[in-house]
Nanobody, 128 residues
Framework: VQLVESGGGLVQPGGSLRLSCASS????????IGWLRQAPGKEREGVSC????????????DYADSVKGRFTISRDNAKKTVYLQMNSLKPEDTAVYYC??????????????????WGQGTQVTVSS
């Protein structure tokens, strides 16, 4: 499974970024997709997850408490792409962001890092 993230960069506090996760090697709609991040000196943590199309055409989403109300995960299966819209960014959101795939979102919740397939990551820096 090949996943590629894009859309990272430098943004001021309060600003927005949209990350994309794409795959040319697999049928992305068969997989649940998660976004995770790892800040310098910290463990990797899950941020959000969106379910696959296998169980329902109505996707379910889940968010870590730290990003609820600010981040939105969505997917466009026709484009084989999953997005993470990040608004009201804070300096503590600075991290390398990864997308990951598995058959279902982790049962432990959005904070979990239990995925089988991973992208290489994209850097997000929130600073003035």
């Amino acid at each position: 499974v090949q996943l590629v993230e894009s859309g990272g960069g430098l943004v001021q506090p309060g600003g927005s970024l949209r990350l994309s996760c794409a795959s040319s090697a697999l049928t992305l709609d068969l997989y649940a997709i998660g976004w995770l991040r790892q800040a310098p000196g910290k463990e990797r943590e899950g941020v959000s997850c969106i379910s696959s199309s296998l169980s329902s055409s109505n996707f379910t989403t889940d968010y870590a408490d730290s990003v609820k109300g600010r981040f939105t995960i969505s997917r466009d299966n026709a484009k084989k792409t999953v997005y993470l819209q990040m608004n009201s960014l804070k300096p503590e959101d600075t991290a390398v962001y990864y997308c990951a795939a598995d058959w279902a979102c982790p049962s432990e919740g959005a904070h979990s890092t239990k995925y089988n397939y991973w992208g290489q990551g994209t850097q997000v820096t929130v600073s003035s």
